[in-house]
């Protein structure tokens, strides 16, 4: 497994690169993409932090594990390739958009264009095995991105972080409310927005509202 991530990230997180259980996760990534087929492909697994640099993150969107279908994953959470079907939480991500800020539906469910506005679309968890949700938990990878959050919200003031789900939400003990925004809501999935946790949060346009109350340029979702 190559670390290959944007420079003003790795003086941020060099310090987890150095540490053991960082060592022993990339010894157990490298078996894994070696034996199984894996998602996403090894050059995209920090896509995350690979579209701009640190001091420009706006937005944090945590999520839990990569989509383990062919070509769905891009290291990106909630994200798909171009061209590939829209995941129903993705779908449900999207008509929320364009019931509260009227944009129409969109042909890619390619979040690249979020992340290139300093939208950091953040798994739990990097990896996964073909097929096999969760496979790759509980190896490492939370402790690491526990560690990204918590470096976001220590050196950065006023990024906002939407928290979608109950797991999601338990993140907010890493971030101090002091200097961030929180806004929380049930998941897209469709099991949560079917009970009326998800439709109507709001959030793409409070989110632009906030960034706008701090001179910064709104997210063009």
Same mark, same amino acid.
């Given at each position: 497994?190559?670390?290959?991530?944007?420079?003003?990230?790795?003086?941020?997180?060099?310090? +987890?690169?150095?540490?053991?259980?960082?060592?022993?996760?990339?010894?157990?990534?490298?078996? +894994?993409? =070696?034996?199984?087929?894996?998602?996403?492909?090894?050059?995209?697994?920090?896509?995350?932090?690979?579209?701009?640099?640190?001091?420009?993150?706006?937005?944090?969107?945590?999520?839990?594990?990569?989509?383990?279908?062919?070509?769905?994953?891009?290291?990106?959470?909630? /994200?798909?390739?171009?061209?590939?079907?829209?995941?129903?939480?993705?779908?449900?991500?999207?008509?929320?958009?364009?019931?509260?800020?009227?944009?129409?539906?969109?042909? /890619?469910?390619?979040?690249?264009?979020?992340?290139? =506005?300093?939208?950091?679309?953040?798994?739990?968890?990097?990896?996964?095995?073909?097929?096999?949700?969760? /496979?790759?938990?509980?190896?490492?990878?939370?402790?690491?991105?526990?560690?990204?959050?918590?470096?976001?919200?220590? +050196?950065? +003031?006023?990024? #906002?972080?939407?928290?979608?789900?109950?797991?999601?939400?338990?993140?907010?003990?890493?971030?101090?409310?002091?200097?961030?925004? #929180?806004?929380?809501?049930?998941?897209?999935?469709?099991?949560?927005?079917?009970?009326?946790?998800?439709?109507?949060?709001?959030?793409?346009?409070?989110?632009?509202?906030?960034?706008?109350?701090?001179?910064?340029?709104?997210?063009?979702?």
């Amino acid at each position: 497994m190559d670390v290959n991530i944007g420079p003003s990230w790795k003086i941020q997180l060099q310090k +987890e690169f150095d540490k053991p259980y960082f060592k022993e996760l990339t010894g157990f990534v490298k078996q +894994e993409y =070696q034996q199984y087929t894996c998602y996403p492909k090894d050059h995209e697994i920090f896509s995350a932090f690979n579209h701009f640099p640190f001091h420009e993150t706006k937005v944090v969107v945590i999520g839990q594990d990569p989509y383990h279908g062919p070509d769905q994953a891009n290291g990106l959470c909630f /994200s798909v390739k171009d061209g590939i079907p829209h995941p129903l939480s993705l779908m449900n991500i999207f008509k929320e958009i364009n019931m509260d800020l009227g944009k129409p539906y969109p042909e /890619s469910g390619n979040l690249q264009r979020w992340a290139d =506005q300093g939208v950091l679309l953040l798994n739990a968890t990097l990896t996964v095995r073909a097929q096999q949700a969760g /496979s790759h938990q509980k190896k490492g990878w939370e402790q690491f991105t526990d560690a990204v959050i918590q470096t976001v919200s220590n +050196e950065l +003031e006023g990024v #906002i972080f939407l928290l979608w789900g109950g797991f999601a939400k338990k993140k907010s003990s890493l971030i101090d409310t002091t200097k961030h925004h #929180i806004l929380t809501s049930g998941h897209p999935s469709p099991l949560s927005a079917n009970r009326g946790l998800w439709f109507g949060n709001q959030h793409f346009s409070k989110t632009n509202t906030l960034l706008a109350r701090m001179g910064k340029t709104p997210i063009d979702w």
